[in-house]
């Protein structure tokens, strides 16, 4: 697609609930990153894959969270009996390859609300 | 492991005048350094980066950046701001082994008309 693509745009859940957020990302990137923002500070780093495989998954706070990306294009990050400190904006983010080349085109994200 | 400070929370500016952002990092081995803008209502986007050659980097919109090795700085530097320069600036790092950047906390930039 144009760009990448994240749906819900705002998600709001109960606490304990699980939810999945999902990123389409630019036709033919092979590598796809998902970041969680908290209000006034910058992206945290959750995950990233390059094509199908979880490259990196140290920013992964605790087993509550998961993602996945079975096909390498399409991902979903998925929480787990969901907690009120998860409340955060979700972004996605793709890039051609995960060489240090190149910056990352980022998602409106998914505004995550644990009520 | 990396880091980034940025020490500017909040900047105001009048249109015309001059802006630099401060940005520091964290890292032991070589790195690549971006910077990041999100205008009021948009995503992140990718607004300059550095990842070899001229130290003096120039992006969209007028603004550049210079990496200083020895000060590990990386400040942004925009000559003469307009009123649609208001946004949020991130600043970003990237160790050339690693796949994942690390971001800074941001910069809100007002520019009063």
């Known amino acids: 697609g144009a760009g990448v693509s994240q749906t819900p745009s705002n998600k709001v859940t109960e606490k304990g609930k699980y939810v999945e957020l999902r990123c389409d990302p630019i036709s033919g990137h092979t590598a796809l990153y998902w970041y969680r923002q908290s209000l006034g500070q910058g992206p945290e780093f959750l995950i990233y894959?390059?094509?199908?495989?979880?490259?990196?998954d140290s920013g992964l706070p605790n087993d509550r969270f998961f993602a996945v990306r079975p096909e390498g294009s399409v991902s979903t990050l998925k929480i787990q009996r969901t907690e009120r400190g998860d409340s955060a904006v979700y972004l996605c983010?793709?890039?051609?390859?995960?060489?240090?080349?190149?910056?990352?085109?980022f998602g409106s994200g998914t505004r995550l609300t644990v009520v | 492991a990396q880091s980034v400070s940025q020490h500017n929370h909040h900047v105001i500016l009048s249109e015309a005048a001059s802006l630099e952002l401060g940005c520091n990092y964290s890292y032991g081995g070589t790195v690549n350094l971006f910077w990041y803008v999100q205008y009021p209502g948009q995503h992140l986007q990718l607004l300059l980066k550095y990842f070899s050659g001229d130290p003096l980097v120039k992006g969209i919109k007028g603004f550049e950046a210079e990496f200083i090795k020895s000060k590990f700085s990386f400040n942004l530097r925009k000559p003469s701001v307009q009123w649609s320069d208001t946004a949020e600036y991130f600043c970003a790092v990237r160790g050339t082994n690693a796949g994942k950047s690390t971001f800074g906390d941001g910069t809100t930039l007002t520019v009063k008309p």
């Open positions: 894959f390059q094509g199908t495989g979880a490259a990196d």
């Open positions: 983010a793709s890039s051609p390859s995960d060489s240090w080349v190149y910056g990352y085109t």
